[in-house]
């Protein structure tokens, strides 16, 4: 049995495909061993100059910054809490939604998910397996527009969680076929994965 963070950040709620292929995936897995964290229903705060000197140690914090620190930790717990990670992550003029953004920077910390090292950086988390699912209006997969994948993998080898896959929905916005034929294939390839989550 593993547990499993399942991060939606869609800002169109009911209406998102990516947070509806999430929410069909979670009907395949242990309810009980699923954490989900909607970003656009509680958003996070933007990292700024105060907040990355919270992050970074600062030994005098204000409120504010106190606040940031301990919201920093709860999200690296809930990280290391899980075997999975799930996100979905759909492209907003090629790149992740700033609300995912926000969450990235929350949890990428020297000497407390990654540490650099004579060899190189080395990833800190628990946490063994990601899964990105990502849905698009165009097809961008495998062209230079996709920045989205390659940064996404960055972030996550970095962090050391080194066996990530890719879950696509392109063309969403296309044709109403292949719409379905999109939304179907990535259903399928998350039911295929319910299995090893």
Known sequence: MTNTLVIKSSILGEHSQSSQLLDHLMQHLDGERVMCRDLAAAPLPMLDGAGAQALRGASELTTQQADMLALSEQLISELNQADTLVIAAPMYNFHIPVQLKAWIDLVCRAGVTFRYTEQGVQ?????????????????????????????????????????????????????????????????EQLEALAVIV
């Open 123 to 187: 990833g800190l988390l628990n946490t063994r397996k990601a899964v990105v699912v990502t849905t698009r209006g165009g097809q961008h997969k495998g062209t230079p527009h996709d920045m989205m994948t390659d940064y996404l993998k960055t972030i996550l080898t970095f962090l050391g969680i080194a066996d990530i896959e890719f879950v696509y929905a392109e063309a969403l916005h296309m044709s109403g076929e292949q719409k379905q034929t999109e939304l179907q294939r990535a259903r």
